[in-house]
Every structure is written in structure tokens, then in C-alpha cells.
């Protein structure tokens, strides 16, 4: 175990424990920024954590960023253990970030699904789903981005239970969504959300269930842009962005769909690095570069947020 | 732990809608145990599937018969996994 949070590794891939111990140091050595939440348990009982970053107030506007909810993405979870360090050494040096978090909370959930992410490691590292069990059927799991209530069950998620796009029974059958979706609806006050996934460099904003424009896709679209540039400009990387569905396919019961649905208006998802030679499999020390070009990206909408209230 | 020996990872270049569709027909063939890593979408965007070994042979004669190109993304799944496993021990070391 990493001594404090500026020996942790950061340039390697680590497990739940790991992952979960980096988070109560980095609380122990900032308790007056970072506070961890438990919002739920999984399905196996496992404690579900959300960081959260606050300089005060109440109920400020708030910004969601998860990663990891498709468990064998690791360098996503990777990567929010990297966000969640970046935020600290970050707030009262960085004078975008110490803004961002002198007016909003950011609230930052590193493995979003705990029960995948320790499967991936002990048993089955392609584990995608979650672990539940479907009565009446031998597989297991439900893939948590086609479980959300945005036209769940439509084309674009499978109602086999084997697959690996199954969408579960219904809506929110998953404890790792519920506990997401009740969270979101009590705070109330959740202005970005922002989900993360590897890999195929992408960032999309709604629809995927259908291909309606978004109301405010002109926007999105132009925030889209501004990230991508950003994030272009450490190293280069090139990422396409649109709607999900005109960006990659048809999508139903996806995370930032019912996001969006509840009046997110800023609600993206990523699909980090790679472009076609290691998949889910990026070797670790790519985890570094991935993250900080991602946290240009991010900073860039978070910034967007910040300075366009509504 | 689940072994991936001499699964591979193929980028399949669909050319066309009807390859497209092509390719979405074997997602449907669940005796091969294919898994996508991305799914096939519209002609030009790259599909990545992980094929286990014993069904790599069906799968690069069902794309080669419908004149489907393809390239090996990955050449073995579990030499990747041995290497991470590796990098995270010494790591720990």
C-alpha cells in the first residue's frame, strides 16, 4: 500500500482494494475538500463510493463524473484515480479548477461497478456487466449503460440475458444505476454528468435511442468540439464526437440519455483511447497520457458549465 | 481464471451495408462465443471482435467467403493479460 496518495502509482492498473484505499488516503490528507460518500451497495454487497469535491456551501450546482461502469475498461478507472489526485493538487493553484470548485461540487465515482471491476480481476478480465442473475436464465450480469430509463428496451440493447448488451428486466434493475439515479434525483442540482468509457476516442452527447436531435445539440455539439480540441492538443489524439447514435449506433437505456432526459443539458460520454491496436487492454503506461489528455476535455466542459448557468 | 490462449482480436473493415449485415448475422451465432468489442454500426467504422480460438477458423472462412476484409488486432489475448498480470506484480514488488 502506497504510504500517501503522491507515492500511489498512478502508472499502473490496481485492484478494488488498491483503488479503495487510494480514495480514504486522498480523504484523510484533504478532508477539507474531499469527502467520500457511499451511495450504495452492489448487487454482491459490496460499498459503492462516490468522491466528492466541495469548497463549501449548499447544495451548490454540481458536476458528475463516473468511470469504469463497463468493468474490463480499466483504463477508465485508471484514469479517475488520476481525475481525483489532478482535483487536489489542482484547487488553489489552477485558476480554472480553483474557480470550477469555488463555484460548484464535483462529484467524481471512480469504479462504478465494483462487482464487475473485482471479477475482471480475480476471474474473467473481458467481464463488461454486472453481476446479477437473471431468474429463469444461466447467465449472469446486465450491461449497466442499456439499463437507465431512457427508452430502455428499444432497438439497441439486447433482452437476452447472455449477451453482453443485455438491458436487464427493467429500468433500474441494477443497484449500481439505482443507487446513481437516486443519488442524482435527490441532489437535485446536477448541472454537467459526464460518463466515461474506453475505448475508440469518441464524445458523444444524446441521443442514442433515438435519432432525434437533441434540443440543444447545437450546443453540445460546439462544446464537443471546444473538448476534443483540447484534448487534441497535448498529444495529438484524434477524437471524433456527435450524437451517440449518429457517432456509433443505435443505443437504448444508456446513461447520459436519461441524464439528459431529467434536464442534465451538459451530459457527454467518453470513449478513451485507443484507435484499433489493444482495445480494452491499453498497457498501463498509457494510463498517464490517457488521463491528462482526457482532463483537458474535461476541465473544457466543466469550465462551460461553470460560466454558462441556467 | 478465465484463459484467453490463442483468442485473437480482428479489426473487420465492413466496405458496405450489406457486410455490414453480414457481419451483425455472426453476433447472432452464439456457438461461437464471438464478443464484440465494437459492434458493427455502417460501413467504414471498424468492428472488433475478440474470437476464441476454437472458432477462429468459421470466422475467417465466413469473412473470406463474403469477401469481408479483416486484419488481427490482437494476435493472442492472454500474452496481453500475461504481460499486464506481470507489469501489476512488479509493480507490487
Redesign the interface.
Known amino acids: 500500500r502506497a504510504t500517501s496518495t503522491d507515492t500511489f502509482?498512478y502508472a499502473?492498473?490496481?485492484t478494488l482494494e488498491e483503488i479503495y484505499d487510494f480514495i480514504d488516503q486522498l480523504v484523510a490528507e484533504h478532508p477539507q475538500l474531499v469527502s467520500k460518500i457511499q451511495i450504495g451497495n452492489t448487487y454482491e454487497g459490496r460499498p459503492i463510493y462516490v468522491l466528492k469535491f466541495s469548497t463549501g456551501g449548499n447544495n451548490r450546482p454540481a458536476i458528475w463524473i463516473d468511470t469504469g461502469i463497463h468493468s474490463r475498461e480499466w483504463v477508465t478507472q485508471a484514469s479517475g484515480v488520476w481525475f481525483a489526485k489532478k482535483i487536489t493538487e489542482d484547487y488553489g493553484q489552477d485558476p480554472t479548477v480553483t474557480s470550477i470548485l469555488d463555484n460548484l461540487d464535483v462529484f467524481l465515482e471512480i469504479v462504478t461497478n465494483p462487482d464487475g471491476f473485482a471479477f475482471t480481476h480475480?476471474?474473467?478480465?473481458?467481464w463488461r456487466k454486472t453481476r446479477s442473475r437473471t431468474s429463469g436464465s444461466f447467465c449472469i450480469g446486465v450491461d449497466p449503460n442499456r439499463n437507465w430509463d431512457a427508452g430502455f428496451g428499444k432497438a439497441g440493447a439486447s433482452s437476452n440475458p447472455?449477451s453482453?448488451t443485455y438491458h436487464g428486466k427493467t429500468a433500474n434493475s441494477e443497484v449500481e444505476v439505482k443507487s446513481i439515479v437516486d443519488f442524482v434525483k435527490n441532489h437535485g442540482n446536477i448541472k454537467a454528468f459526464i460518463s466515461i468509457h474506453s475505448?475508440?476516442q469518441l464524445l458523444l452527447y444524446p441521443y442514442g435511442y433515438t435519432s432525434e436531435p437533441a434540443p440543444d445539440q447545437k450546443e453540445l455539439h460546439q462544446v464537443a468540439k471546444s473538448a476534443v480540441t483540447a484534448l487534441a492538443s497535448l498529444y495529438g489524439t484524434k477524437y471524433q464526437y456527435g450524437s451517440i447514435i449518429d457517432t456509433?449506433?443505435q443505443a437504448s437505456g444508456s446513461t447520459v440519455d436519461w441524464t439528459y432526459n431529467q434536464g442534465i443539458k451538459y451530459s457527454f460520454t467518453f470513449e478513451l483511447r485507443d484507435t484499433?491496436?489493444?482495445?480494452?487492454?491499453l498497457?498501463?503506461s498509457q494510463i498517464i497520457p490517457t488521463a491528462q489528455e482526457t482532463w483537458l476535455a474535461l476541465l473544457t466542459i466543466m469550465e462551460h458549465t461553470q460560466t454558462h448557468p441556467y | 481464471?478465465?484463459d484467453?490462449v490463442g483468442h485473437q482480436?480482428l479489426?473487420i473493415s465492413a466496405a458496405n451495408e450489406a457486410q455490414v449485415q453480414k457481419v451483425a448475422e455472426l453476433q447472432d451465432l452464439?456457438h461461437l462465443q464471438l464478443?464484440?468489442?465494437?459492434?458493427?454500426?455502417?460501413p467504414g467504422?471498424?468492428i472488433?471482435v475478440?474470437v476464441p480460438f476454437p472458432s477462429i477458423q468459421a470466422v475467417k472462412i465466413f469473412l473470406e467467403a463474403h469477401g469481408i476484409g479483416y486484419e488481427i488486432?490482437?494476435e493472442d489475448?492472454q500474452t496481453?493479460?500475461d504481460?499486464?498480470q506481470e507489469?501489476?506484480s512488479a509493480?507490487r514488488a
Do not use: K
Open positions: 502509482n499502473t492498473y490496481h480475480s476471474q474473467n478480465r473481458m447472455c453482453d475505448y475508440s456509433i449506433y484499433g491496436r489493444y482495445g480494452f487492454l498497457p498501463a | 481464471s478465465e484467453f482480436v479489426r452464439e464478443d464484440f468489442w465494437r459492434g458493427p454500426a455502417r467504422s471498424p472488433d475478440r488486432m490482437i489475448v496481453l493479460l504481460e499486464e507489469q501489476m509493480f
